[in-house]
C-alpha cells in the first residue's frame, strides 16, 4: 500500500522558513519523482517544485531563489526548504509520486500516480 505523507506545515511570519517533509512508503523511492503542490483558498492545486529520481529538480518561477527541494534515500523522504517566505505562499501543500521513465523533473498534476493529504503553510504576521 503505496503511502506520502506531508508534513511540516505551520503558522511562520514574512522572511521565515518552514522545511516540509514528505515521508513515503509502499513504493520503490528511487524510481519515483516526487513533486510539492499547493493549493491557496479559492485557487487551483499548482505545481511548486519538483525532483526526480535522479536527483534532478525543477521549481515554479515565483520561488526560483526561496525554495531547494531534495530526496533523502536512506529515509525515503523529500523535502521542501521554503526560505524568505511570503504571504501569497500561504496554501495547503501536497506531495504526489509518479514513476520515473525519463529522469526528467517533470510533475504535471493530472499524471501523478499517488497524493499525500495536506500541510498547512500560513505566512502572516
Known amino acids: 500500500d503505496v503511502q506520502l505523507q506531508a508534513s511540516g506545515g505551520g503558522l511562520v511570519q514574512p522572511g521565515g522558513s518552514l522545511r516540509l517533509a514528505c515521508a513515503t512508503s509502499?513504493?520503490?523511492?528511487?524510481?519515483?519523482?516526487i513533486g510539492w503542490f499547493r493549493q491557496a483558498p479559492g485557487k487551483e492545486r499548482v505545481g511548486v517544485s519538483c525532483?526526480?529520481?535522479?536527483?534532478?529538480?525543477n521549481h515554479r518561477d515565483s520561488v526560483k531563489g526561496r525554495f531547494t527541494i531534495s530526496r533523502d534515500k536512506r529515509r525515503n523522504t523529500v523535502y521542501l526548504q521554503m526560505n524568505s517566505l511570503k504571504p501569497e505562499d500561504t496554501a495547503v501543500y501536497y506531495c504526489?509520486?509518479?514513476?520515473?521513465?525519463?529522469?526528467?523533473?517533470?510533475?504535471?498534476?493530472?499524471?501523478?500516480?499517488?497524493w499525500g493529504k495536506g500541510t498547512l503553510v500560513t505566512v502572516s504576521s
Open positions: 504526489a509520486a509518479v514513476f520515473d521513465y525519463s529522469g526528467s523533473p517533470d510533475c504535471p498534476p493530472n499524471n501523478m500516480g499517488y
Open positions: 509502499g513504493l520503490a523511492f528511487d524510481a519515483y519523482t
Open positions: 525532483i526526480s529520481s535522479p536527483g534532478r529538480t
